[in-house]
């Protein structure tokens, strides 16, 4: 059965009432996605549409806070992780320009000056990119 959340609080909640004191800007921002009734809807909506009458028969599923929360950690250890780790550099010419030729850039939503100042890295992973395709 699907259910939106769990009804009662955590140990933690009840441990530690002033926790949420102690979390990073991060956590408060999924905090603020589990609270978002839109989002949380839209995850019942689609655990329910999986088995048309899982919503009130059954026995109790995984709240929709909690696979929201599931969801919101994979894509943050995930493709999130891979950006940082591939992006995560003081030098940030070689990662802007690459973005822009494979396309996680707009092109046309970069400045002038951006484009200018990185104009010979850009033409380097251009050229490196059609002798890629030039070789399959």
Request: hydrophobic share 40%.
């Amino acid at each position: 059965m699907v259910r939106r959340a769990y009804a009662q609080r955590s140990l933690f909640e009840v441990l530690l009432p002033d926790g949420d004191k102690l979390w990073t800007d991060e956590l408060r921002t999924i905090d603020e996605l589990l609270d978002d009734d839109e989002l949380v809807d839209l995850v019942d909506a689609a655990l329910r549409s999986r088995h048309p009458l899982s919503g009130g028969r059954g026995r109790l599923g995984t709240p929709a806070t909690v696979v929201l929360n599931e969801l919101i950690h994979r894509f943050h250890q995930g493709p999130a992780r891979e950006l940082y780790v591939r992006y995560d550099t003081n030098q940030l010419e070689a990662p802007v320009a690459y973005a822009i030729v494979t396309g996680v850039l707009d092109r046309k939503a970069v400045p002038a000056e951006v484009l200018d100042h990185v104009a010979r890295m850009i033409r380097f992973y251009e050229e490196r990119a059609s002798d890629a395709a030039r070789n399959e």
